[in-house]
T-cell receptor
Framework: GAVVSQHPSWVICKSGTSVKIECRSL??????MFWYRQFPKQSLMLMAT?????????EQGVEKDKFLINHASLTLSTLTVTSAHPEDSSFYIC??????????FGNGTRLTVT | SQKIEQNSEALNIQEGKTATLTCNYT??????LQWYRQDPGRGPVFLLL?????KEKRKERLKVTFDTTLKQSLFHITASQPADSATYLC?????????FGAGTRLTVKP
């Protein structure tokens, strides 16, 4: 149980375009979803926390107008990278929580901006 | 500022030996600490959670200790196997503030 599906698993886009990444909890209702970014050989960096039906809470240094998060239901959160640039190329991972941990992670999305 | 440090970026051991990974933290008072496994190109997978009032927890070949005085957790894999090769992450925080260490990349050689 507790499966989190993240889609797409990889995407290549041109600079200036927007990319949407979906995160779904398949067999449970996620009260909270988290979005992380991970560079090679580095730690998961928390970008934002979203609760269903409310605005996301962004970490310091993360541009909320660039990384749009929508948590429309208890099973779906989306991250949209707007006006993507090559420096946005990274591995983006979502996780979902039912309450007290552990977190259940998606398999990540490899974004490459050319 | 809050910091989570995992003792080494990489650890190489021989199959059958015990792997010991360290997680130190500062400026945290976590209610619990967690360990995850991450394989290349995949999301982390939860392994163990230990609460602040617990000294030790075991699950099959895994053992975690938690010393809130030293602000340290040790993660042990006994009778290690090549299939245990992965990056292991410790994580601290609560429901709305989960933060991770940089991870230790474990390689178990046959």
């Amino acid at each position: 149980g507790a499966v989190v599906s993240q889609h797409p698993s990889w995407v290549i886009c041109k600079s200036g375009t927007s990319v949407k990444i979906e995160c779904r909890s398949l067999d449970f209702q996620a009260t909270t979803m988290f979005w992380y970014r991970q560079f090679p050989k580095q730690s998961l960096m928390l970008m934002a926390t979203s609760n269903e039906g409310s605005k996301a809470t962004y970490e310091q240094g993360v541009e909320k107008d660039k990384f749009l998060i929508n948590h429309a239901s208890l099973t779906l959160s989306t991250l949209t990278v707007t006006s993507a640039h090559p420096e946005d190329s990274s591995f983006y991972i979502c996780s979902a929580s039912q309450g007290p941990s552990p977190l259940h992670f998606g398999n990540g999305t490899r974004l490459t901006v050319t | 500022s809050q910091k989570i440090e995992q003792n080494s970026e990489a650890l190489n051991i021989q199959e059958g030996k015990t792997a010991t990974l360290t997680c130190n933290y500062t400026n945290y008072s976590p209610a619990y600490l967690q360990w995850y496994r991450q394989d290349p190109g995949r999301g982390p997978v939860f392994l163990l959670l230990i609460r602040e009032n617990e000294k030790e927890k075991r699950k099959e070949r895994l053992k975690v200790t938690f010393d809130t005085t030293l602000k340290q957790s040790l993660f042990h894999i006994t009778a290690s196997q090549p299939a245990d090769s992965a990056t292991y992450l410790c994580a601290l925080g609560g429901n709305n503030d989960m933060r991770f260490g940089a991870g230790t990349r474990l390689t178990v050689k046959p």
